[in-house]
């Protein structure tokens, strides 16, 4: 199927992966695993909720967790540029016959409910309450230090009308994944703030939420959050890594709290901001291939965070990737 052109004038301005909304059964094994060893900092918490930054982020929060007795992700947010964009969103969403709704969230501005046509559950606003920007507050800085929220990747039954419809909102696709000779998009990674992605839709069960992903400052801190991660008992919630992506380049490595919500820490992305950036395309073959580290376990394909509410279809082709499991199988 072809690519669809970008959208330089969008219905509104979306700038941002904004955050992430998490539901744990255990508020205080959350906290050590996402305070003590991830590093991020508390705004503030109570007995219901926790919402965490990063140490380069002045908004309140990029990360909420609230105790449920049945852990799953509750949304993912996305930043509008003004209360202006917002109303716009709305309108832009009705008529597409998607049901929007404003909602009161504490620490946000105006937001605004809505789900994609793949039923993932979106949240927009345009202004959180403020916090002290901590990147060069050197004593708050622990654990991998992340710096932001950078993107989501999310699994859902038809990648392509996911691709259509991000386009559609002004969406840039800076990279995918196809199989060798084609075009079709089976990984798509889509951005709003000029670099690889704020979106990654990959084919699978869905929409569930494959991981939430950091910014962090140095490739040691991929090797201290290990190190750290074996003396908190965390150990055997590192998932895969640290390695090397093939599209992007960048660094990562892939850790599970304790409900099993998947998180990536990584560093290195490059800009893609000018309008003569062409989407690149990788051969699926390839891009397994250019990498050092082993192939990931088969979890990390196929095992997400249910949204609440929504339950989860097959996709139409279900691929054969390479796991761990085959690899070995195969040696």
Known sequence: MPIPKPNFNPPFNITRASHSVLHVKDLAKSRAFYVDLIGLIVSEEDNDTIYLRGVAEACHHSLVLKRSSTPQSERIGMRCFTEEDLEKAKRYFEQAGLPAQWVERPYQGRTLHVSDPAGVPLEFCATMTLKPRLLVTFEKHHGAVPHRIDHFQILVPDVQRQ????????????????????????????????????????????????????????????????????????????????????????LFIYLRDPDGHRIELFNTHYQCIDIEDEPVRWDASVAGKRRWQLPARAMWFAEASRFAGVEPREPAHKGNPMTLERYVGAR
């Open 163 to 250: 691709l259509e419809f991000y386009m559609g909102l002004g969406f840039r696709l800076s990279e995918y994944i196809a199989p060798d000779g084609s075009d079709e998009p089976l990984f798509v990674f889509l951005q709003r703030k000029g670099n690889p992605h704020d979106i990654v839709f990959a084919p699978g069960l869905g929409p569930r939420l494959h991981h939430a992903a950091f910014s962090i400052p140095e490739s040691y801190h991929f090797f201290y959050v290990c190190d750290l991660a074996s003396n908190l008992g965390f150990a055997e919630n590192i998932e895969y890594g640290p390695g090397r992506h093939g599209p992007g380049l960048a």
